[in-house]
């Protein structure tokens, strides 16, 4: 598959993804590519994220790749049952938070808790980094399974946003042709 043949849908985590930060210029540069915006990106609400990942892969005209970040990734997770009928053909999904961690941030991220451990009904993949300060790798690995996902090992990359130095991530891009490839 070519980004032209798929709606790309950009799903953020908490506090939504910066002007800088790899799915930002992913979304710029991609023209297939469109954010799910949430309408409180610094409260996160499960159910409302989960409503507007659904809303947004109806109302896509084409096939659908999700492009998941940090909570963005457990949104899709938990909207994962509600997207059946074959309109998801894939999800590329980076640093899941383990929100399931009693040192996480309250509030905010454990409303995304317990991380629900169905098998997707489309193929994924996960990357996740050994030095996360969100998830540990064995964890990460572990969730991966569940969902039946392919796991990836970033090694050493923290999360795998700005603040880690993946603003651009072109290696994260060229794996992500290689899974729109595969699809």
Not at 27 to 33: F, K, P, V
Not at 49 to 69: N, S, Y
Not at 123 to 152: F, M, N, Q
């Amino acid at each position: 598959m070519k980004t032209s043949d798929c709606d790309i849908l950009i799903v953020p985590g908490h506090t939504n993804s910066g002007e800088d930060h790899w799915q930002s210029r992913w979304e710029r540069q991609l023209s297939t590519a469109w954010r799910v915006e949430q309408e409180n990106w610094d409260a996160p609400n499960k159910d409302a994220w989960v409503e507007r990942i659904v809303r947004d892969v109806e109302r896509a005209k084409k096939p659908v790749v999700l492009v998941g970040h940090s909570l963005g990734v457990l949104a899709i997770a938990h909207a994962a049952p509600q997207l059946a009928g074959g309109k998801v053909r894939g999800a590329f999904l980076v640093s899941v938070p383990d929100v399931e961690r009693p040192d996480f941030i309250p509030a905010i991220d454990r409303a995304f808790a317990p991380i629900p451990r169905e098998p997707f009904h489309f193929p994924s993949i996960l990357i996740a980094s050994r030095t996360d300060p969100h998830c540990d790798y064995a964890k990460a690995e572990d969730i991966a399974y569940a969902w039946g996902s392919a796991i990836v090992d970033a090694g050493d990359a923290g999360h795998l946003n700005t603040e880690s130095g993946h603003g651009p991530w072109p290696e994260g891009l060229m794996r992500f042709a290689g899974f729109l490839k595969r699809l």
